[in-house]
């Protein structure tokens, strides 16, 4: 089966009741036994429910794993992960990571004794100088948030297998339609689902992917003992945001390339952060390993002006301010006053994070409203 047929039949039957084309939402916690354990497979819902078991097939399906697990959210899906750890293990992280993902690591796992290494992943060769007899996890985003820097994913993988390292990939900003990391050598695939795999800006949700059966046992009996799971409702809207996952994407990555070579050819804006430019660093990586450029596209003005970034978040109109991204909507953010504010601003700068950086992540409207709208509020 192909990606796009995947989206929408992948891991799925019809509802054996009544035939249902869509799974029903069992909003249900329990199931009815005839005897004690005579049951049909279902006995308590934060173990199996039969609509998260229909949306975890699909995650599996589209992401050419084998397992898929749903959880209350992203952050639950790698903590999840995290877990598979002791103190004393190692993790060698991208720099440029998702902010949440930065606290969990760091303000919750560290206290438990795992130490993490945040580097740059472009230069394989630099990142196995932080690879030890304790590394047990390489955890690597790609694209990145805000920078929209690519890493190589066979690459890496070439040295988790070398050293017996898991490799997990954070997929929420390409999407199994443009990437697909298990495919490239990953152990682990994550997403938050809340973002482009949902779609539609309206739940929060998690998910990760393997194929190895070990590992995909390990998972389950985490997901199941820490119980951070998703409800029946949240999995069919997740399930419904798939099935126009390849449509959309490809909308997005249209009016991407357009919002990115306009911005590109305007005389206000200074650099334009887009993985599909010849003059990305990383893009010959993004050209091989992604089918297209994505949604997301990062820019900042001439003379790096905060109180500018802010005018132009605040005139857009089509463009919605707000955190989150990956919706059919599209959204604006200024990472120095919002996402990235706790970070000190020497610390975020270095990464590329300065005052007058704007993050779009472009939705799905018609493209001359989307560059109108930017015209406007840039001026
Ligand atoms: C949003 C996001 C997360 C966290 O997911 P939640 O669903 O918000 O918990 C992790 N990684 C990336 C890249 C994200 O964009």
Same mark, same amino acid.
């Given at each position: 089966?192909?990606?796009n047929?995947?989206?929408?039949?992948?891991?799925?039957?019809?509802?054996?009741?009544?035939?249902?084309?869509?799974?029903?939402?069992?909003?249900?916690?329990?199931?009815?036994?005839?005897?004690p354990?005579?049951?049909?497979?279902?006995e308590?819902?934060?173990?199996?429910?039969?609509?998260?078991?229909?949306?975890?097939?699909?995650?599996?399906?589209?992401?050419?794993?084998?397992?898929?697990?749903?959880?209350?959210?992203?952050?639950?899906?790698? /903590?999840?992960? =995290? &877990?598979?750890?002791?103190? !004393?293990? #190692?993790?060698? @992280?991208?720099?440029?990571? *998702?902010?949440?993902?930065?606290?969990?690591?760091?303000?919750?796992?560290? /206290?438990?004794? =795992? &130490?993490?290494?945040?580097? !740059?992943? #472009?230069?394989? @060769?630099?990142?196995?100088? *932080?690879?030890?007899?304790?590394?047990?996890?390489?955890?690597?985003?790609?694209?990145?948030?805000?920078?929209?820097?690519?890493?190589?994913?066979?690459?890496? @993988?070439?040295?988790?297998?070398?050293?017996?390292?898991?490799?997990?990939?954070?997929?929420?900003?390409?999407?199994?339609?443009?990437?697909?990391?298990?495919?490239?050598?990953?152990?682990i695939?994550?997403?938050?689902?809340?973002?482009?795999?949902?779609?539609?800006?309206?739940?929060?949700?998690?998910?990760?992917?393997?194929?190895?059966?070990?590992?995909?046992?390990?998972?389950?009996?985490?997901q199941?003992?820490?119980?951070?799971?998703?409800?029946?409702?949240?999995?069919?809207?997740?399930?419904?945001?798939?099935?126009?996952?390849?449509?959309?994407?490809?909308?997005?990555?249209?009016?991407?390339?357009?919002?990115?070579?306009?911005?590109?050819?305007?005389?206000?804006?200074?650099?334009?952060?887009?993985?599909?430019?010849?003059?990305?660093?990383?893009?010959?990586?993004?050209?091989?390993?992604?089918?297209?450029?994505?949604?997301?596209?990062?820019?900042?003005t001439?003379?790096?002006?905060?109180?500018?970034?802010?005018?132009?978040?605040?005139?857009?109109?089509?463009?919605?301010?707000?955190?989150?991204?990956?919706?059919?909507?599209?959204?604006?953010?200024?990472?120095?006053?919002m996402t990235?504010?706790?970070?000190?601003?020497?610390?975020?700068?270095?990464?590329?994070?300065?005052?007058?950086?704007?993050?779009?992540?472009?939705?799905?409207?018609?493209?001359?409203?989307?560059?109108?709208?930017?015209?406007?509020?840039?001026?």
């Open positions: 089966m192909k990606f047929t995947k989206t929408i039949h992948g891991g799925q039957e019809h509802d054996p009741a009544f035939g249902s084309v869509m799974p029903p939402i069992y909003q249900t916690s329990t199931y009815a036994q005839s005897t354990g005579g049951h049909k497979g279902y308590y819902s934060r173990t199996h429910n039969p609509t998260r078991n229909a949306l975890e097939k699909s995650f599996a399906s589209i992401e050419n794993g084998k397992y898929g697990l749903a959880f209350g959210s992203g952050l639950a899906a790698i /903590d999840a992960v =995290i &877990k598979l750890l002791k103190p !004393g293990d #190692e993790v060698v @992280s991208t720099n440029d990571l *998702y902010g949440g993902t930065y606290r969990l690591f760091t303000k919750i796992y560290e /206290d438990f004794g =795992i &130490k993490f290494h945040f580097i !740059g992943m #472009e230069s394989a @060769s630099k990142m196995e100088s *932080y690879i030890n007899n304790n590394t047990k996890l390489i955890w690597v985003e790609t694209p990145t948030n805000p920078m929209m820097n690519v890493i190589d994913i066979v690459s890496v @993988s070439e040295i988790a297998k070398k050293h017996d390292i898991l490799l997990a990939v954070d997929n929420t900003f390409a999407t199994p339609y443009l990437q697909q990391p298990l495919e490239l050598g990953a152990d695939v994550m997403h938050s689902a809340t973002k482009y795999l949902g779609g539609h800006s309206d739940v929060v949700m998690g998910a990760l992917v393997v194929k190895d059966d070990q590992l995909a046992e390990r998972l389950y009996f985490i199941n003992a820490s119980g951070a799971v998703c409800g029946p409702q949240d999995s069919f809207l997740v399930l419904r945001g798939i099935k126009t996952l390849h449509v959309r994407m490809q909308r997005h990555c249209e009016n991407g390339r357009a919002v990115a070579e306009y911005l590109n050819n305007h005389p206000k804006i200074e650099k334009v952060y887009w993985p599909g430019f010849k003059s990305h660093p990383n893009h010959n990586v993004a050209k091989t390993q992604m089918k297209d450029f994505g949604g997301m596209v990062s820019f900042t001439k003379g790096n002006n905060y109180e500018e970034a802010i005018r132009i978040v605040e005139n857009l109109k089509v463009f919605t301010l707000a955190e989150s991204l990956g919706g059919v909507e599209s959204l604006a953010g200024h990472p120095a006053s990235h504010a706790s970070i000190p601003k020497e610390e975020r700068e270095k990464s590329g994070v300065v005052d007058s950086l704007i993050r779009l992540s472009v939705g799905i409207e018609d493209e001359d409203d989307l560059i109108n709208d930017l015209k406007q509020a840039i001026g």
